[in-house]
């Protein structure tokens, strides 16, 4: 079920209604009624994967009770390594399964062998990379004692499955989300209004930028060759604010759905394309999952103890992983390559470190210097995700360097383009509201400085009014769906 | 807590209020940036169809109707046609203009020209065509086309226009802007001054008829059989990559054919020059036009000489 569906605007109403006036009853029927709503909603794309997600949470939540009894190290390492290697197994198969056959073939063929296989028809679960990696912060985390494994399995299952962010995140800590299905959920009014406002914001970044931006960063991505390079670089600024468009604007209506229920979900973005160098874009482009490599991967490797080879290496582990995860391309791995290339002077230079309050916090506007800053790691980002959208790196790279050609220097055409006159406002607009509200957890989170009411309807008016005009007509997945 | 509940509840219906009334509007006022929709003259197209009273043949079909059928070359050939076509007409839309003029035009047959996008088309750029021209022109209301669509697009469209209707002291009507290069030609025709076309490209087309589409057709078949009208499908050419690029056309020969009617396709017909014949992939120039009607005239005495 999509959010910018009819489907979802009717689900979401009627959970609500039932979880506040009918399952409030008891803690644990509300909780029932939350994993029930969940199954529901995963099993509106595919009822099949429901089993695989069940899974995933039977077989964690059993390893969790066994690692709370066990008390000898190496039989709670064997139960951690088998959490780790279920979960990573099954993500394993259905994401990169054909991707190492292909690779491993053409290895062999390299090698002047022959090696037949043929690939699998593998569908890729919604959201399998999100709730695999939710599951095991729970299991790791009992193992390292930063928590209790739980004996109540309806809680569990709701917060593996919980619907908000079952499918593209936050990936939320299990120490921070399930302690919320422990304790009662108090409806707070302006906790919920806080949530639509969330949700509307969450709604025009999807529907007005990312969806029109696609169709024009599609149409140039896959026409390259015969598109100079001006014309193409307006494809990778489209593309560009398609993914934050898409990604934040998921997150955004996933955390506004949470408040409705009573729960506190983790910022997934802070702001990100205003960052000042690309240390501070990892802060705050998708938080949830670089927290998560942090945490699990960067740390447990050394991080940035020990010498200068070390962290080179964990630095290019973590950023390679990074890529990987987002799916089974090479494409995904030179990007995170090529973000590690851009982390690496700033680390060991200790500068990565410098930029972690809001930029301009007590201005309006940016200095020179910081303007310079953000533009820089702007635009280093946009080549970067030229990677990203890329069909393959030999495709990337004639892009690149098309680009980079004195075609740059012409005015950029194909016929379409004159549609997109609208997205040359659109997009200013949605910055100018974010850098407005980039103190805050989401852009129009803070407009209680305008105190007639009027004008605030009027303005959350307005931003429907734009969903409703410029939205595009067919119901648009989210770029990190089958991720 | 459950007065917190219901007062959000209550808020939130207040706002619900608000905002219809808000986005009323703000599409009012939208509606004065817009343009009518430049589509091939679709206003004095309907405007002349509301003044005809019988036609020998009725065409409808996309803009390759109203480009490449000529009622100056019919008529020396003694037959009366009126070319109901309009931009990115699809059979949603060819069935509902139909059923408005099929009583009043009382043809004796009806030449629909298709083409395969006809059938995969969601059809909501066709329909926001006839809504922005309609409303001044033609005697028929366009809220049945909007509700086919159930398209947020389709329905602002709709709202502006309705609005400008019950407003008139402030609305306006905006003129077409016609192309220099074009002619209306009475009868429904848009001749094309003059150009050729290059060959192009084109990526493979797998067609893939939509339910929506299907169901239209069904439709429109009753409509002809009711009215007790011949109909016969043509598909006026094309460039040749272009035709090429369509995969899986067996898909309409089987609709068609379940209906009982078969595909006079003229690009096996007549051999025409891509660049000579066309000015882009999917259109004639007058040169083509001419070549075409003449073929198309002569086919016509045949298919029904032999139905007779």
């Known amino acids: 079920m999509l959010f910018n569906s009819i489907d979802f605007a009717v689900f979401l109403p009627i959970v609500f209604l039932l979880y506040w006036f009918v399952f409030n009853r008891s803690l644990r029927q509300q909780n029932l009624f939350v994993a029930a709503a969940s199954y529901l909603f995963y099993g509106w794309w595919d009822w099949r994967f429901l089993f695989l997600i069940l899974l995933s949470t039977v077989s964690d939540f059993l390893i969790g009770r066994a690692l709370g009894k066990v008390e000898d190290s190496g039989k709670r390492k064997l139960l951690l390594w088998l959490s780790i290697i279920l979960n990573l197994g099954i993500l394993g198969y259905f994401k990169y399964f054909n991707f190492f056959l292909d690779n491993f073939i053409s290895v062999f063929t390299m090698m002047g062998q022959e090696f037949r296989a043929s690939s699998l028809q593998i569908i890729l679960p919604v959201g399998i990379s999100f709730y695999t990696f939710q599951t095991l912060s729970y299991t790791i985390d009992v193992y390292k004692g930063k928590m209790n494994p739980t004996r109540d399995f309806i809680s569990f299952v709701a917060f593996v499955s919980f619907f908000p962010q079952l499918v593209a995140g936050p990936i939320e800590r299990a120490t921070h989300l399930l302690p919320q299905f422990k304790k009662e959920r108090i409806f707070r009014y302006d906790q919920a209004v806080n949530g639509l406002r969330q949700i509307l914001w969450g709604l025009f970044k999807k529907m007005v930028i990312a969806d029109n931006c696609a169709i024009y960063a599609n149409y140039i991505f896959e026409n390259s060759e015969h598109l100079s390079g001006s014309t193409l670089l307006l494809g990778a600024l489209f593309f560009t604010f398609q993914i934050y468009g898409d990604f934040s604007g998921y997150s955004d209506i996933a955390i506004g759905t949470a408040r409705l229920f009573g729960f506190n979900l983790m910022q997934n973005f802070a702001f990100p394309y205003f960052s000042r160098d690309i240390a501070e874009f990892w802060r705050r482009w998708h938080i949830s999952l670089s927290t998560w490599f942090r945490d699990y991967l960067y740390i447990p490797l050394g991080g940035s103890r020990g010498g200068t080879a070390l962290k080179v290496r964990n630095t290019f582990i973590i950023f390679l992983v990074s890529g990987f995860w987002h799916g089974a391309n090479w494409t995904f791995i030179v990007w995170g390559a090529l973000h590690a290339l851009y982390f690496l002077p700033l680390l060991l230079t200790k500068q990565n470190r410098q930029n972690l309050g809001v930029v301009a916090e007590n201005g309006y506007f940016p200095t020179l210097e910081e303007f310079f800053k953000i533009s820089v790691t702007f635009g280093l980002t946009v080549l970067a995700w030229v990677f990203f959208r890329a069909e393959s790196v030999h495709h990337a790279f004639s892009f690149l360097f098309e680009i980079f050609s004195p075609s740059l220097f012409t005015i950029p055409y194909y016929e379409g383009l004159g549609h997109a006159k609208s997205l040359l406002y659109l997009i200013p607009l949605m910055l100018i509201v974010e850098w407005f509200g980039r103190s805050n957890q989401f852009a129009i989170e803070n407009l209680n400085f305008i105190k007639l009411r009027t004008i605030r309807w009027a303005f959350y008016s307005l931003i429907i009014f734009m969903i409703g005009v410029f939205m595009y007509e067919e119901e648009t997945a989210f770029i990190y769906f089958q991720f | ?308």
């Open chain 2, 1 to 308: 807590m459950k007065k917190e509940i219901f007062r959000f509840i209550k808020k939130g219906s207040y706002f619900l209020i608000f905002c219809f009334l808000f986005y009323i509007v703000f599409i009012w006022l939208w509606g004065f940036t817009l343009d009518t929709i430049d589509s091939g003259e679709l206003n004095k197209r309907l405007e002349e169809a509301e003044n005809i009273e019988k036609v020998d043949i009725l065409v409808l079909g996309s803009s390759r109707a109203y480009r490449h059928y000529d009622p100056r070359i019919f008529k020396e050939e003694g037959y009366e046609i009126f070319v109901l076509g309009s931009s990115a007409q699809t059979i949603i839309q060819s069935e509902f203009l139909l059923r408005q003029y099929i009583e009043h035009l009382k043809p004796d047959l009806i030449i629909y020209d298709v083409y395969p996008n006809m059938f995969t088309s969601n059809g909501v750029e066709s329909t926001l065509d006839i809504i922005s021209n309609s409303n001044r022109n033609a005697n028929f209301n366009t809220q049945e086309l909007v509700r086919m669509h159930d398209r947020i697009k389709v329905w602002n469209y709709f709202f502006v226009y309705y609005l400008r209707e019950l407003l008139p002291q402030i609305s306006f009507h905006q003129q077409n802007r016609s192309r220099p290069e074009d002619k209306y030609v009475e009868n429904g025709f848009l001749e094309k001054k003059s150009g050729t076309a290059e060959k192009e490209n084109f990526r493979d087309n797998n067609i893939r008829i939509t339910e929506p589409q299907k169901e239209a057709f069904n439709r429109l078949v009753r409509l002809v059989k009711n009215a007790k009208t011949d109909m016969l499908i043509f598909q006026s050419p094309m460039q040749d990559n272009k035709l090429e690029s369509y995969k899986n056309l067996e898909s309409i020969d089987s609709l068609l054919e379940a209906h009982g009617y078969k595909l006079y396709d003229f690009n096996k017909r007549l051999d025409l020059n891509d660049t000579i014949h066309f000015y882009d992939p999917l259109h004639l120039n007058q040169k083509g036009v001419e070549e075409f009607n003449i073929k198309a005239i002569e086919d016509l005495a045949n298919i029904i000489g032999q139905k007779e």
